[in-house]
C-alpha cells in the first residue's frame, strides 16, 4: 500500500443479495449433471482414467525405465520415454473428457452434446487400451 493512499472497502453483501445467490445456486445445483448425456458412462470414463494412472505408478517398479511410447516416431531412440510418462495417455484423456464436458454443458443441441461425450469416452477406451498393451509388452509380466 503506498503512502498516503485510502485503504481499500472490503465488500460485504447484504441479506438480500446473499438470499438471491442461495437461491440460485439452489436453483442451478443439480443443472451440471442434468445438461450432460451419458452420465453414467462420462463417470465411468473419469474412473477408468484415473485407475489407469493408479495402474501405471503401482507397477512402475517392475516397468523398465524406458518403454516404446511414441511409436508414430521411426523406430529406435524416438520411440523410448521415460516408464512415468505411461500416465500421459490418460493424463490427456482426463483433459479431454473435461474440455468436452464443458463444451457439451454449453451447447444447445443434443446431437453434438452425445458426439462430443461419445468421443470422450472413445479416447478414454483408446488410452486404456494403449496404457495397458505397452505394460504387457514390457515383458515384466
Known amino acids: 500500500m503506498k503512502k498516503g493512499s ?4 472490503i465488500y460485504f453483501p447484504s441479506k438480500s443479495v446473499k438470499k438471491l445467490w442461495e437461491e440460485k445456486i439452489a436453483k442451478n445445483r443439480g443443472l451440471l449433471t442434468e445438461n450432460i448425456p451419458f452420465k453414467n458412462f462420462v463417470g465411468a470414463a473419469f474412473l477408468v482414467n484415473i485407475i489407469m494412472i493408479a495402474l501405471v505408478l503401482l507397477v512402475q517398479s517392475f516397468l523398465p525405465p524406458q518403454i516404446p511410447l511414441y511409436y508414430g516416431l521411426p523406430e529406435g531412440e524416438g520411440q523410448l520415454a521415460s516408464s512415468l510418462m505411461l500416465v500421459a495417455p490418460s493424463l490427456i484423456s482426463l483433459l479431454i473428457l473435461a474440455i468436452n464436458i ?15 461425450i461419445l468421443v470422450s469416452i472413445g479416447v478414454t477406451i483408446f488410452s ?3 496404457t495397458i498393451k505397452i505394460i504387457l509388452l514390457t515383458g515384466s509380466f
Open 102 to 116: 464443458s463444451i457439451s454443458y454449453f451447447l444447445e443441441e443434443e446431437f453434438f452434446k452425445k458426439t462430443f
Open 128 to 130: 486404456a487400451i494403449t
Open 6 to 9: 485510502k485503504p481499500q472497502a
